[in-house]
């Protein structure tokens, strides 16, 4: 806080009555002595003795999560300030107007661009001061060198961002000048920006993507913790670096957000900063108009297990603070709810001096002698750069526990009249002249009406005390940020052979795809090079997926060992966690475990060292539970493999409707850079793992793998070598079926011949389906179908080449496939029709195509039943065929 708080702003608990002042007045007196005479440290023990008798004696009572509305770090506390305050302050308004003019110019141009300014405006400061002492970039990658900060930016304050790599040299006016344009602006030789931070759109700059409000917040924690994880390990000292998180106090909504607060105080990350810019609004209004964002949020944070520094109000408060002898200013503020102290930071001195310090004469008395001036320029902690370095400085310091800074800012900070504290400032774009020259002259910035109603772009000249400031201190913290990297040393893949031959030669054997690819991860984390970059990440389901035998072989990981002696301790496969544990075990939390995926899939980026993370699952709760942090991960180019086991919505029997999964391979066809695979075999799945591995830490391709997997045991084929190309491709021939007493030799009727295409769990049916054809005299080619998406992306990239006129002899591979085969073609899976639908283009002209699939809901029951009734069975696919040859 500025300064001890006076008693009498302290009131009682709400609902008790003090009953004997004097002797209240005794303990108080005791107290303070204490403190005086023996130290803080010494009035903490007492405090916590006192705390634990009450709790023997049962009294019912346990300490408030809330501490008074002022400062945490006290002014005797902050330290010196080590920046040269006016030049940064010069610094941070250049930033605010440059950010202005650029949203404004896009919309002047084009109104339907959008973007955003107040947003920026009330936490510019917050940013200056973390870009000025604090965020440190890569050094390099060599002994010693430090390897950088994780910085996660607010989503809304990217305009800021911009305007501060536009002074560094790193993007021109040209680049500013088409904000938000990024498929025009290389005609005219410059970078489009994107909305938020995207990655995948800037790929040399952005390092996370946080526009999607709460994925930002999860992912930091994970990242903090992955950190850890890298360390503990051995395999890269992260113990220098720290995770800086800003995020908006309406985000903190977001589920997400908050998801994960427990895990960060447990896990004791105090390499993890949150700083939540509490501007007290969201789009629409107030965060919590009838109540207090900051005071909740403390509550929240606190009750987590994390250490609260509460930034609230800038130094020039620190003199009414020290006036404030009767405790007035505080209980005032404390009565304050947000929604009327975003109305005081809409309105100017002359109504906070009637309406704020009018409210009774202590506070007047405290605003006699400032001008109105003053009383409007009065400072949010969040706006002035000595509170917010202290603060930061506290949390950086701050050992064994993650930290979040309460920052209290004001939303379209310095926009005066035409935003400051507006119901509509988040959506505003536009400014009249008059508030242009308002908010120049708000800033001091050296610019005439002109160039201010024009919006010219201000960058002072290089030789200036201002560049040279910024320049030498980014120089000191490393350079420039945020900036994404990705050298890193290639991993070499172990041969194919050497850890899935049984997979490639079955010879029948049955067993399930999870059972093999459980079965090649064992082998695979045996590999001296590429077995300790392997992340196993489960969400509470190893035992389910028969990955209890990897507990004794590499452990689970935990910060603090295995203090237990587990259950099964004798056990073969008993439960072991370990600080170099390998497995990241998340418990029941599938955002958790994406969150984790992510953290381990951008190590090549985000530190320079290549992991390979298999995140196995439940289908039904990947693409569609936490499809967004998916789609997210795909924006940081993330490589890795997701594993949808149980999947399909006939492999897992009696699970029911919200376990069975129909529509994975739908959603992960939308992304671009991922790569969906529906194996039916383990061959199948070796090969895809294999060229997943080689493409992804080897050849260092941005994709990612999804790869569905089931716990169905039945018959393994031998895969031949001359199949490999099309299953990676998304087909191959598997077999071809006639009628037992007839040779193979002797031609079959077109008319009595059809091609059954299927995947995954249904490929068995297929076959079984052939089989039947094949008694009856009609000639079947079954082609088992790897990838439904591969095949659409190349056929729709075959149909692309033609109409350019760069491919007119390519046919897509789906084609060249089913042309030799003849008759109808029937397709089914185990996931809804539009799946197979997506190929339908590239069947040959002429050919009838069907399509079975397993729409609508999931029921509970046997595989038989369930097949039978979605109509994917094998009499069912084979009754299709029979239908389509008879033009039924």
Known sequence: MNAPTPLSALAPAEGLLDTDPQETAEWRDAFLALVATEGPERARFVLDELARQARAQQVGWHPGLNTPYVNTVAVQDQGVFPGDLAVEERLASIMRWNALAMVVRANQAYGELGGHIASYASAADLFESGFNHFFRAREGLGEGQHRGDLVFFQPHSAPGVYARAFLEGRLSEQDLLHYRQEITAPAQGARGLSSYPHPWLMPDFWQFPTGSMGIGPISSIYHARFMRYLTHRNLLDCSARKVWGVFGDGEMDEPESMSALTLAAREGLDNLVWVVNCNLQRLDGPVRGNGRIIDELERLFAGAGWNVVKLVWGSDWDGLFARDLTGALVRTLEGTVDGQMQTFAAKDGRFNRDNFFGQNPELAALAQGMTDEQIDRLKRGGHDLVKIHAAYAAASAHKGQPTVILAHTKKGYGMGQAGQGKMTTHSQKKLDDGDLIEFRNRFNLPLSDAQATGLAFYKPQEDSAEMQYLRRHRQQLGG????????????????????????????????????????????????????????????????????????????????????????????????????????????????????????????????????????????????????????????????????????????????????????????????????????????????????????????????????????????????????????????????????????????????????????????????????????????????????????????????????????????????????????????????????????????????????????GFGRSDTRAALRAYFGVDAASIAQAARAALTGG
């Not at 010879?507 to 992340?535: H, N, Q, W, Y």
């Not at 383990?682 to 941005?702: F, K, N, P, S």
């Open 480 to 855: 420039y940020l945020p900036r994404r990297e990705t050298v890193c040393e290639a991993l070499p893949v172990p041969p194919l052979a050497s850890y899935a031959q049984f997979a490639l030669a079955a010879d029948g054997k049955e067993m399930s795809t999870t059972m093999a690819f459980v079965r090649m991860l064992g082998t695979l984390l045996k590999d001296a090079t590429l077995g300790p970059r392997i992340v196993p990440i489960v969400a509470d389901e190893a035992r389910t997926f028969g990955m209890a035998n990897l507990f004794k072989q590499v452990g689970i990981y935990s910060s603090v060992g295995q203090r237990y002696a587990p259950e099964d301790i004798g056990s073969v496969l008993s439960y072991r966690e370990a600080l170099d544990g390998q497995i990241l075990e998340e418990g029941i939390s599938e955002a958790g475990a994406i969150a984790s995926w992510t953290a381990a899939a951008t190590s090549y980026s985000v530190h320079g060292l290549a992991m390979l993370p298999f995140y196995i699952y439940y289908s039904m709760f990947g693409f569609q539970r936490v499809g967004d942090a998916i789609w997210a991960a795909a924006d940081q180019r993330a490589r890795g493999f997701l594993l949808g086991a149980t999947s399909g919505r006939t492999t897992l029997g009696g699970e029911g409707l919200q376990h069975q999964d129909g529509s994975s391979h739908l959603v992960a066809a939308t992304i671009p850079n991922c790569k969906a695979y529906d194996p039916a075999f383990a061959g199948e799945l070796a090969v895809i793992v294999d060229a997943g591995m080689r493409e992804m830490v080897t050849e260092q391709r941005d994709v990612f793998y999804y790869v569905t997997l089931m716990n169905e045991n039945y018959a393994q084929p031998d895969l031949p070598a001359e199949a490999h190309a099309g299953v990676l491709r998304g087909c191959y021939v598997f077999n071809s079926y006639l009628r037992p007493s007839e040779g193979r030799e002797e031609p079959i009727p077109s008319q009595k011949s059809v091609a059954l295409l299927g995947s995954g769990a249904i490929l068995t049916e297929v076959v079984k389906a052939a089989q039947l054809l094949a008694e009856e005299g009609i000639a079947a080619t079954v082609v088992s179908v790897t990838s439904w998406s591969e095949l659409a992306r190349e056929g729709m990239a075959c149909e692309a080449g033609r109409d350019r006129g760069d491919a007119g002899d390519a046919k897509p591979w789906l084609t060249q496939v089913l042309e030799g085969t003849s008759g109808p073609v029937i397709a089914a899976t185990d996931y809804v029709r539009a799946v197979p639908e997506t190929v339908r283009a590239y069947v040959p002209e002429g050919r009838r195509y069907r399509t079975l699939g397993t729409d």
